[in-house]
């Protein structure tokens, strides 16, 4: 199936493998939207998802944050057993779907905030390997606020993860801000050598940081990145991840365009607009944005029963 993530409807993405979903994004020259939200909060909108909102905001792609495949919460997901939640969240927003997973070390990271780590976002294989039977199309390597999570460990564990699961889903791996380890910040969250580390260890994807949303993460940086994953044939991927979700539209739209600008073939939206998705109408402005106002309202607009 040679289509791109612009033209795809529910029932392509609903049987689409691992290479054709790679494809498509590919395909789509830096117009395809990533939309982080988190499940474990009150939605936005009380009884409606989380997830279904961003989906009718513009988003191509669902990763949901704080998911402990141990305990499967989307408050305002219809009643459905455990196992059952991932599907269910495709089946209603007609999306692909992906969990972070978070390769702490050990005594490392915070024990009291709303990114306290549970033993169900860890990346362990076992947790893997439950969400890649739930359903999960991609599994992303990062690491929340304060948690920890190193460069070192996410490279360890992908070399596990290709493995064991690299035919099953899609690997991700980077980071969006230091996640509380020092000497990780700034021009050191990601370099060049861990961009080609994560690429030798199994990531399809590498997660950078978007211009303007750390301190010392420019354009020209970020673009030299994303030109290091793709002469190692992986795809990059620029996040929001630093609460500038929640900024104004033209904030947001700037970042969009410098993102676009550096080569990116995904965008990442974080979820800490509102706590557990992005401000609404920065969702559908960023889409603006990357790929104008006819893609944008035919993605909100496709029903989910093509």
Same mark, same amino acid.
């Given at each position: 199936?040679?289509? /791109?993530?612009?033209?795809?409807?529910?029932?392509?993405?609903?049987?689409?493998t691992k290479e054709e979903l790679l494809f498509a994004i590919g395909a789509s020259e830096g /117009?395809?939207?990533?939309?982080?939200?988190?499940?474990? &909060?009150? %939605?936005?909108?009380?009884?409606?998802? #989380?997830?279904?909102? =961003?989906? =009718?905001?513009?988003a191509d792609i669902l990763l949901l944050n704080l998911f402990d495949v141990d305990c499967p919460?989307?408050?305002?997901?219809? %009643?459905?057993?455990?196992?059952?939640?991932?599907?269910?969240?495709?089946?209603?927003?007609?999306?692909?779907?992906?969990? #972070?997973?978070?390769?702490?070390?050990?005594?490392?990271?915070?024990?009291? !905030?709303?990114?306290?780590?549970?033993?169900?976002?860890?990346?362990?294989?076992? #947790?893997?390997?439950?969400?890649?039977?739930?359903?999960?199309?991609?599994?992303?390597?990062?690491? $929340?606020?304060?948690?920890?999570?190193? #460069? /070192?460990?996410?490279?360890?564990?992908?070399?596990? *993860?290709?493995?064991?699961?690299?035919?099953?889903?899609?690997?991700?791996?980077?980071?969006?801000?230091?996640?509380? &380890?020092?000497?990780?910040?700034?021009?050191?969250?990601?370099?060049?050598?861990?961009?080609?580390?994560?690429?030798? @260890?199994?990531?399809? &994807?590498?997660?950078?940081? =978007? %211009?303007?949303?750390?301190?010392?993460?420019?354009?020209? *940086?970020?673009?030299?990145?994303?030109?290091?994953?793709? !002469?190692?044939?992986?795809?990059?991927?620029? =996040?929001?991840?630093?609460?500038?979700?929640?900024?104004?539209?033209?904030?947001?739209?700037?970042?969009?365009?410098?993102?676009?600008?550096?080569? @990116?073939?995904?965008?990442?939206?974080?979820?800490?607009?509102?706590?557990?998705?992005?401000? %609404?109408? $920065?969702?559908?402005?960023? !889409?603006?944005?990357?790929?104008?106002?006819?893609?944008?309202?035919?993605?909100?607009?496709? !029903?989910?029963?093509?």
């Amino acid at each position: 199936m040679a289509k /791109r993530i612009l033209d795809c409807t529910a029932s392509d993405f609903a049987r689409m493998t691992k290479e054709e979903l790679l494809f498509a994004i590919g395909a789509s020259e830096g /117009r395809t939207l990533a939309c982080e939200t988190i499940g474990t &909060v009150t %939605p936005l909108l009380g009884d409606v998802t #989380n997830g279904e909102l =961003a989906v =009718a905001l513009g988003a191509d792609i669902l990763l949901l944050n704080l998911f402990d495949v141990d305990c499967p919460q989307i408050q305002g997901l219809p %009643p459905v057993e455990p196992m059952g939640v991932i599907r269910e969240v495709k089946r209603l927003t007609g999306r692909p779907v992906g969990i #972070n997973l978070e390769p702490v070390e050990v005594g490392a990271g915070e024990v009291d !905030s709303l990114w306290a780590m549970t033993k169900g976002r860890m990346a362990t294989l076992e #947790n893997a390997q439950r969400a890649a039977d739930m359903g999960v199309d991609f599994i992303l390597l990062t690491g $929340n606020p304060g948690t920890g999570v190193t #460069n /070192r460990a996410i490279t360890d564990t992908l070399e596990l *993860f290709r493995t064991h699961l690299g035919d099953r889903l899609i690997l991700a791996a980077g980071k969006m801000h230091a996640s509380g &380890v020092p000497g990780e910040g700034g021009e050191r969250i990601v370099t060049q050598g861990e961009v080609e580390a994560f690429a030798q @260890a199994g990531a399809d &994807v590498i997660l950078l940081p =978007a %211009p303007g949303t750390v301190p010392g993460i420019t354009t020209p *940086f970020v673009q030299g990145l994303v030109e290091k994953a793709h !002469s190692l044939g992986k795809l990059a991927m620029t =996040a929001i991840g630093t609460s500038q979700e929640g900024a104004d539209v033209d904030t947001v739209r700037r970042i969009a365009l410098e993102c676009k600008m550096t080569g @990116a073939d995904i965008h990442h939206l974080g979820d800490s607009g509102y706590t557990g998705i992005a401000a %609404p109408e $920065n969702i559908t402005a960023y !889409s603006v944005a990357i790929r104008g106002l006819r893609h944008t309202y035919r993605r909100m607009g496709m !029903s989910l029963g093509r």
